[in-house]
């Protein structure tokens, strides 16, 4: 799908088809009165802040699942995603956590288990990654009147944002059906990478023309991505290979009420969610969704907990073999299957105009997609980077992306990638149904006027700080995908030799059958 890029300082609606069958109308903002006194909470007055931060907490009156959407400078964080065995470390999730619980949005009882409040996010992301679109639903305590006159929930974000650190921000807060479900829901996640011109070729002295045909031939490299796709290279193939216990199986059927939800949660997210999140670390290490020591070895699964035991053992292994970097199976290996849940779908994968921020040229990667996987993104942008400075053959893409191939790739820098927007539909109802809440997260031009203002006075000053190409993290990596990126001759050869044999007898059986 071709479509011309836009600026990252225009506003997402412009990216977005409306929906002239469905509205969501509302009046000039009236405050509920328990919080006028904290609507300025949110000025950017760090005197303000401090008179206004240490107000009671909100009196609830029920509890509601509400949905609210964040943008976060991830700079400081070691992702989105609260870490389950080991809370003391810097998420986003957990700042967010913590706020909601001192604005009196969460009761004393549930703080520190969000399985509690059923907690659940559109995206996850990686360490270092940035974000203006993650939508995040939970059950939350709520005011009276919270929503009078105040439609998107300014009030309650503003006093809840008195509690964040000024790299986190809520934009707005709306009610939510108990059926919404983020992850699910969510079909199109729109991400933007800004890459320093410099590192695709572009030197500051170029004229017009030798910039835009370097431009051209980025975009005609990064078009390729574009489809559906076997994105095995471009990921931890693993990750999206394990099966957790089947519904059927004794061992679902042996489990609590709670320890299915986990199960149920944990092979969600490893299935069909939008995973460029940081694959160190507890919480996303390669085995930490199929051990869950925590509730398994408490119902004496032995023989589930000794498999994925052996099954790390045999990954150590092979991290310490001679290192293959491009490869063939000619046969099936049962150990290293390619299945549906490789596959993705990218709309939109482009090169926009030449910007400039802070003396920094740079372009902006726009890459779209249904999901993606751990690092996909990344290895998409480096291995395109590769090919651009000729250190990866054009070829590599069609090699890369075909079901048989085993390649190893680069994986670019994560403090220039940004979550710019998503889009919802019912998947379960005909029509591509959204949510009115959902249009109105994604459309309001008074949430999207709050989202670009944090990108130009918080986001952007922090992420410009890494399109210096001589500077962190671009000059190392150069350096690294340099040394490290080539491929043998050999490798390559027999990769391609294979492809041609395999494509003629696909090509062969399939016109035999029409």
């Given at each position: ?8 300082r ?20 009236k ?10 909470c ?7 802040q ?12 029920r509890?509601k ?19 389950r ?14 706020a ?106 170029f ?26 290279n471009y990921t931890?193939?693993s ?14 059927r042996n ?13 969600s ?30 119902n ?83 291995t ?14 069609t ?7 085993r ?27 959204t ?39 671009w ?27 395999w ?7 399939a016109?035999?059958?029409?």
């Amino acid at each position: 799908m071709k479509m011309a890029l836009s600026s990252l300082r225009l506003p997402l609606s412009l990216w977005l088809p409306k929906h002239p069958n469905q509205s969501f109308h509302f009046s000039n903002p009236k405050l509920p009165s328990r919080l006028n006194l904290i609507y300025c909470c949110s000025s950017s007055s760090a005197t303000a802040q401090q008179t206004l931060t240490r107000t009671e907490k909100w009196q609830s009156v029920r509890k509601k699942k509400v949905v609210l959407r964040v943008g976060y400078v991830g700079t400081d964080y070691r992702g989105l995603q609260m870490q389950r065995d080991d809370p003391s470390i810097s998420t986003i999730e957990k700042e967010l956590e913590t706020a909601i619980f001192k604005a009196g949005g969460i009761r004393e009882s549930n703080f520190g288990n969000l399985n509690k409040i059923a907690w659940a996010r559109s995206s996850r992301t990686d360490k270092g990654v940035h974000s203006l679109a993650t939508m995040i639903s939970l059950k939350m305590e709520i005011p009276e009147n919270a929503w009078d006159g105040d439609p998107y929930g300014i009030a309650l974000v503003n006093h809840i944002n008195c509690y964040l650190p000024h790299n986190i921000k809520i934009f707005s807060v709306v009610p939510a059906q108990r059926s919404f479900d983020p992850r699910k829901e969510c079909n199109l996640r729109m991400y933007s990478y800004l890459l320093p011109a410099d590192v695709i070729g572009i030197k500051s002295h170029f004229s017009t023309a030798e910039i835009d045909d370097h431009i051209a031939d980025f975009n005609d490299i990064l078009n390729a991505f574009e489809g559906e796709h076997p994105f095995h290279n471009y990921t931890v193939r693993s990750k999206y290979r394990k099966k957790l216990p089947g519904k059927k199986s004794p061992i679902y059927r042996n489990m609590s009420k709670t320890e299915r939800s986990t199960v149920e949660a944990s092979a969600s997210e490893l299935e069909g969610s939008d995973d460029e999140d940081e694959f160190e670390g507890e919480n996303t290490s390669e085995t930490e969704v199929l051990n869950q020591n925590s509730f398994l070895s408490s119902n004496g699964n032995e023989n589930l907990l000794k498999a994925c035991k052996k099954q790390e053992d045999v990954l150590k292994e092979k991290s310490t073999d001679s290192v293959i970097r491009a490869k063939w199976l000619y046969e099936p290996d049962e150990s290293d299957r390619i299945g549906a849940s490789h596959f993705r779908k990218i709309f939109r994968c482009s090169c926009g105009k030449l910007e400039k921020s802070l003396a920094h040229e740079y372009v902006e990667l726009s890459i779209w997609g249904e999901s993606f996987m751990l690092h996909q993104i990344r290895k998409m942008v480096g291995t395109a980077v590769a090919i651009k400075c000729k250190l990866l053959p054009r070829d590599i893409l069609t090699l890369s992306l075909a079901k048989f191939s085993r390649i190893i790739l680069p994986l670019a820098p994560s403090e220039v990638l940004i979550l710019r927007g998503n889009r919802f539909s019912i998947r379960e109802r005909p029509g591509n149904v959204t949510r009115p809440e959902m249009i109105a997260m994604v459309e309001s031009e008074e949430i999207i006027k709050q989202v670009d203002e944090f990108f130009t006075s918080v986001m952007l000053p922090q992420v410009a700080k890494f399109l210096e190409p001589s500077g962190y993290p671009w000059q190392e990596w150069i350096k690294n995908l340099d040394r490290n990126t080539g491929i043998p001759d050999i490798e390559l050869d027999e990769v391609r030799n294979a492809w041609k044999v395999w494509k003629e007898r696909f090509e062969s059986d399939a016109s035999i059958l029409k």
